[in-house]
């Protein structure tokens, strides 16, 4: 495998954690407005977020994009590297690195869905999304 490819996909993996971090941030903020009721701090935050949200669609499909030159074995081993899965043994030191940021990207993931099951269960109850 190309290590010029997979370095290229651990750049817009680590632009996709920056926004990631940032989404989580935001995500607690909007946690902390709403036990204050503050409305308007909230809407804004949420579009912010949004933001934060779109951008990551762009570095996913950057990285869909430069998966499709790899063979399809290459792109299943890349694919589940990003996923934080250690299925494939790693050929290089970038592929160490990309399995590295697959699982801080799922790490941060994860919380920033607990923190919006908390938020969205506490304002929707039984109607929240995640009932």
Same mark, same amino acid.
């Given at each position: 495998?190309?290590?010029?490819? !997979?370095?290229?996909?651990?750049?817009?993996?680590?632009?996709?954690?920056?926004?990631?971090?940032?989404?989580?941030?935001? %995500?607690?903020?909007? =946690?902390?407005?709403?036990?204050?009721?503050?409305? %308007? &701090?909230?809407?804004? !935050? !949420?579009?912010?977020?949004?933001?934060?949200?779109?951008?990551?669609?762009?570095?996913?499909?950057?990285?869909?994009?430069?998966? &499709?030159?790899?063979? +399809? @074995?290459?792109?299943?081993?890349?694919?589940?590297?990003?996923? =934080?899965?250690?299925?494939?043994? +790693?050929? &290089?030191?970038? &592929?160490?690195?990309?399995?590295?940021? =697959?699982?801080?990207?799922?790490?941060?993931?994860?919380?920033?869905? @607990?923190?919006?099951?908390?938020?969205? %269960?506490?304002?929707? =109850?039984?109607?929240?999304?995640?009932?």
């Amino acid at each position: 495998m190309e290590d010029s490819v !997979l370095l290229e996909i651990l750049k817009e993996m680590q632009k996709k954690y920056q926004c990631m971090a940032e989404i989580e941030r935001i %995500t607690r903020e909007v =946690g902390d407005f709403l036990s204050r009721n503050d409305q %308007t &701090s909230v809407q804004m !935050l !949420l579009g912010m977020r949004q933001d934060e949200m779109d951008k990551v669609d762009v570095f996913n499909r950057n990285i869909k994009c430069l998966i &499709s030159v790899l063979s +399809p @074995e290459e792109a299943v081993k890349v694919d589940d590297w990003m996923k =934080g899965q250690e299925n494939w043994i +790693p050929d &290089s030191q970038i &592929s160490e690195k990309v399995i590295e940021k =697959g699982k801080n990207i799922q790490q941060i993931l994860k919380r920033t869905i @607990e923190i919006d099951r908390f938020i969205s %269960t506490r304002i929707a =109850g039984t109607h929240s999304f995640y009932k």
